[in-house]
């Protein structure tokens, strides 16, 4: 699938997810790198994404996969980072589109809104699928543009 480590992070909310998806990662042969959280207790989900943005940031992970129950304020959290491009998805499509025209270098998704067969899908799509890039680099160009660290 992929020779690149994917770092994979959540808050209790989507744990299950977070475990469901490093086994079926790590049975495809990728390397994952778990950022947390490791138990059900109830934590804050900006805490795991700053850690995926350090992981991305200081190159020990190249991308990641955040969840939190519903992915929202996971996403939110993440995309304050300039080098962060976090796309929350819901299915297959987002997951493509996410990587073909936004070079997502992170996919979000909400561990009590999707089922696990649609979450290994869209793990799979994102890591699978390349970047278009043309008239797509301008754009995504500008977010880096316009981000701080």
């Avoid at 109830?42 to 519903?70: E, H, N, W």
């Avoid at 270098?105 to 869209?122: D, F, I, S, W, Y």
């Amino acid at each position: 699938m992929t020779t690149e480590t994917i770092a994979l992070a959540s808050d209790h909310g989507g744990l299950e997810m977070k475990a469901m998806l490093a086994a079926f990662l790590r049975e495809k042969g990728v390397k994952v790198l778990d950022l947390g959280a490791h138990d059900s207790q109830s934590v804050d989900y900006p805490d795991f994404a700053v850690a995926m943005a350090q992981a991305l940031k200081d190159g020990s992970a190249s991308r990641g996969i955040l969840m939190c129950g519903t992915g929202i304020g996971i996403s939110i959290a993440a995309n304050r980072f300039a080098h962060v491009r976090a796309a929350l998805v819901h299915d297959a499509y987002g997951a493509a589109m996410c990587r073909q025209h936004n070079d997502a270098n992170v996919l979000v998704l909400g561990g009590r809104t999707m089922g696990p067969e649609v979450a290994k899908q869209c793990a799979d799509i994102f890591l699978t699928t390349a970047f278009e890039g043309g008239r797509h680099a301008r754009r995504v160009a500008k977010l880096a543009e316009n981000g701080q660290d």
